[in-house]
C-alpha cells in the first residue's frame, strides 16, 4: 500500500534539454500507472519490484543498463520543516533516474509546488539530464532541513543562555534532547551525502560542467558544516555541564569538610558532657552550663580562625549571586 487517500494521477513535463520528468502519484503498487510505467519503460521493473519492500526507509541503488547506462533508483526519507513553526512531518517519496526520464512517485504536495514554482521550471529547463533534475529535486528538499536548522539553532541558543544564567539540574535533560534532535537531523542528511557520491559513481566526470550538480554539492557541504559545528557546539555544552557539576560536587564536599571540623570541638565536648558519669567537671555548679558553651564556642571559632589563617576556607563559605555561572 502506498498513499491509501491519495489522488492518483501523473504529470508529464518536457523539458528543453529533451528529457522528461514523470511525477506520479499512486494509492497502491498494482496500479495501471506503475504497470504503465513497467511497460514503457523496462528499466524501471527492478526498482518497482524492489520498492514495496522500502517503506520507511532510506535505499538508493547505482547499475548500469548493459553495463553502460547508468540508472540511480531508491527511496527517500525526508523531513517537511516549516519555517514559521515546529511543525515538522515525515515522508518518503520513490524515484527513478536514467538517461531518459526522471520519475518521481508520490512527491509530498509542498515540495510539488515548490518545483512547479517559475524559477524551479526555469532551472529544470536548463538541465540537460534527469539527474541535473533529481539533483534541482534534492536541493529543493534540503531548503526544509535548513529550515530545520534554523529553529534548531534558536533552541540550542536559548539552552546555552540557560546555563550561563541558571545551571539548572534540568539542563542536561535540554542538552540530551538537541543531542537526540540532532542526531536525527544527520540520519536524515546521510542520503543526501549518499546521492552525490552516486551520482559521481554513475556520471563520472559528466557533472564537471553541471551547475544543478554544483548547486547541490554546495548545500550539501553547507549542511556538512552546520551539522559539525552544532555537534561540536553540543560536546562543548557536555563537556561544561560535566565541569560545572564536578566542581559543585567538589564545592560540597569542601564545604561539608570544612563544617565537620569547625564543629569538631562542640562534637568532642558534648561527647564528654554527655557520659553518664557523676563526677564531670563543673556539672554541680549554677555556673556550669555557661561555662561549657562558652568554651565550646571558643574552640569552635578558634578552629575556624585557625583554618582561616591557613587559607584553607577560601571563599567557600560565602554566598554567591544567583546570576553567576556556577
Same mark, same amino acid.
Given at each position: 500500500?502506498?498513499?491509501?487517500?491519495?489522488?492518483?494521477?501523473?504529470?508529464?513535463?518536457?523539458?528543453?534539454?529533451?528529457?522528461?520528468?514523470?511525477?506520479?502519484?499512486?494509492?497502491?503498487?498494482?496500479?495501471?500507472?506503475?504497470?504503465?510505467?513497467?511497460? /514503457?519503460?523496462?528499466?524501471?521493473?527492478?526498482?518497482?519490484?524492489?520498492?514495496?519492500?522500502?517503506?520507511?526507509?532510506?535505499?538508493?541503488? !547505482?547499475?548500469?543498463?548493459?553495463?553502460?547506462?547508468?540508472?540511480?533508483?531508491?527511496?527517500?526519507?525526508?523531513?517537511?520543516? +516549516?519555517?514559521?513553526?515546529?511543525?515538522?512531518?515525515?515522508?518518503?517519496?520513490?524515484?527513478?533516474?536514467?538517461?531518459?526520464?526522471?520519475?518521481?512517485?508520490?512527491?509530498?504536495?509542498?515540495?510539488?509546488?515548490?518545483?512547479?514554482?517559475?524559477?524551479?521550471?526555469?532551472?529544470?529547463?536548463?538541465?540537460?539530464?534527469?539527474?541535473?533534475?533529481?539533483?534541482?529535486?534534492?536541493?529543493?528538499?534540503?531548503?526544509?532541513?535548513?529550515?530545520?536548522?534554523?529553529?534548531?539553532?534558536?533552541?540550542?541558543?536559548?539552552?546555552?543562555?540557560?546555563?550561563?544564567? /541558571?545551571?539548572?539540574?534540568?539542563?542536561?535533560?535540554?542538552?540530551?534532547?538537541?543531542?537526540?534532535?540532532?542526531?536525527? #537531523? +544527520?540520519?536524515?542528511?546521510?542520503?543526501?551525502?549518499?546521492?552525490?557520491?552516486?551520482?559521481?559513481?554513475?556520471?563520472?566526470?559528466?557533472?564537471?560542467?553541471?551547475?544543478?550538480?554544483?548547486?547541490?554539492?554546495?548545500?550539501?557541504?553547507?549542511?556538512?558544516?552546520?551539522?559539525?559545528?552544532?555537534?561540536?557546539?553540543?560536546?562543548?555544552?557536555?563537556?561544561?555541564?560535566?565541569?560545572?557539576?564536578?566542581?559543585?560536587?567538589?564545592?560540597?564536599?569542601?564545604?561539608?569538610?570544612? %563544617?565537620?571540623?569547625?564543629?569538631?570541638?562542640?562534637?568532642? !565536648?558534648?561527647?564528654? #558532657?554527655?557520659?553518664?558519669?557523676?563526677?564531670?567537671?563543673?556539672?554541680?555548679?549554677?555556673?556550669?552550663?555557661? +561555662?561549657? %558553651?562558652?568554651?565550646?564556642?571558643?574552640?569552635?571559632?578558634?578552629?575556624?580562625? #585557625? %583554618?582561616?589563617?591557613?587559607? #584553607?576556607?577560601?571563599?567557600?563559605?560565602?554566598?554567591?549571586?544567583?546570576?553567576?555561572?556556577?
Amino acid at each position: 500500500m502506498l498513499e491509501p487517500h491519495m489522488k492518483e494521477g501523473q504529470d508529464i513535463y518536457s523539458l528543453a534539454g529533451g528529457w522528461e520528468w514523470h511525477d506520479i502519484r499512486a494509492r497502491k503498487w498494482d496500479s495501471p500507472l506503475l504497470g504503465e510505467l513497467r511497460t /514503457r519503460y523496462p528499466a524501471t521493473e527492478d526498482w518497482l519490484d524492489k520498492a514495496p519492500s522500502l517503506l520507511d526507509r532510506n535505499y538508493l541503488s !547505482v547499475r548500469f543498463e548493459e553495463g553502460v547506462e547508468p540508472v540511480i533508483a531508491g527511496a527517500l526519507l525526508y523531513r517537511v520543516t +516549516s519555517e514559521d513553526t515546529d511543525k515538522r512531518e515525515l515522508k518518503q517519496f520513490y524515484f527513478h533516474v536514467d538517461r531518459h526520464v526522471l520519475i518521481t512517485l508520490n512527491l509530498d504536495e509542498g515540495t510539488r509546488r515548490t518545483m512547479l514554482e517559475a524559477d524551479r521550471i526555469s532551472m529544470l529547463h536548463q538541465c540537460q539530464r534527469p539527474i541535473d533534475g533529481m539533483c534541482v529535486l534534492a536541493r529543493a528538499i534540503l531548503h526544509y532541513y535548513h529550515a530545520g536548522m534554523d529553529r534548531f539553532e534558536v533552541n540550542l541558543r536559548a539552552v546555552e543562555e540557560d546555563m550561563r544564567t /541558571r545551571n539548572r539540574r534540568t539542563l542536561m535533560d535540554q542538552i540530551l534532547t538537541a543531542r537526540y534532535e540532532l542526531l536525527d #537531523w +544527520s540520519n536524515l542528511f546521510i542520503p543526501f551525502q549518499e546521492f552525490i557520491a552516486a551520482a559521481k559513481e554513475g556520471y563520472h566526470d559528466e557533472l564537471e560542467q553541471s551547475r544543478p550538480f554544483h548547486h547541490l554539492l554546495y548545500r550539501v557541504e553547507r549542511m556538512e558544516k552546520l551539522l559539525r559545528h552544532y555537534e561540536r557546539e553540543i560536546e562543548a555544552l557536555v563537556s561544561i555541564d560535566d565541569a560545572i557539576s564536578g566542581f559543585r560536587g567538589n564545592e560540597i564536599m569542601k564545604t561539608l569538610t570544612i %563544617m565537620t571540623v569547625i564543629f569538631t570541638p562542640a562534637t568532642v !565536648v558534648g561527647a564528654i #558532657w554527655g557520659m553518664n558519669f557523676e563526677n564531670l567537671p563543673v556539672i554541680h555548679v549554677g555556673w556550669g552550663f555557661a +561555662s561549657v %558553651m562558652i568554651f565550646t564556642l571558643l574552640c569552635t571559632a578558634g578552629t575556624y580562625l #585557625w %583554618m582561616r589563617a591557613k587559607g #584553607w576556607t577560601g571563599d567557600l563559605l560565602k554566598v554567591k549571586s544567583k546570576n553567576k555561572n556556577i
